[in-house]
């Protein structure tokens, strides 16, 4: 089993930057593929950013390229994500998720199917 939780979301004006973390503790933690999703109320979750077990493969949706970095630091059992040159249309829940079935392949997934295990979510707002 996996438990993650998220923290770092907040306020902040458009064109602003925030650093998102997912503490993630478990016994298999170390080895899973990890994935940032969004979510606005009505709407579908949806990928934006997901980092291999070992840090060297990473990947983002189309319209977070160039803005938001993904990262994980193995000492602190943390994931990160770096956003920045934020847009109100960011605004949204931010859900981090473990994938545990990559361990050999060494990728990610960008589909919420292949994660098992979810935090409870960090809300970012973006004001205009």
């Known amino acids: 089993q996996v438990q993650l939780v998220e923290s770092g979301g907040g306020l902040v004006q458009a064109g602003g930057s925030l650093r998102l973390s997912c503490e993630g503790s478990g016994r298999t933690w170390s080895r899973c593929a990890v994935g940032w999703f969004r979510q606005v109320p009505g709407k579908v979750r949806e990928f934006v950013a997901a980092i291999s077990w070992t840090g060297h493969n990473t990947g983002y949706a189309e319209s977070m390229k160039g803005r938001f970095t993904i990262s994980r630091d193995g000492t602190k059992n943390t994931v990160y994500l770096q956003m920045n040159s934020l847009k109100p249309e960011d605004t949204a829940v931010y859900y981090c998720?473990?994938?545990?079935?990559?361990?050999?392949?060494?990728?990610?997934?960008?589909?919420?199917?292949?994660?098992?295990?979810w935090g409870q979510g960090t809300q970012v707002t973006v004001s205009s």
């Open positions: 998720a473990a994938d545990s079935s990559r361990y050999y392949s060494g990728g990610y997934s960008s589909a919420l199917s292949a994660y098992e295990f």
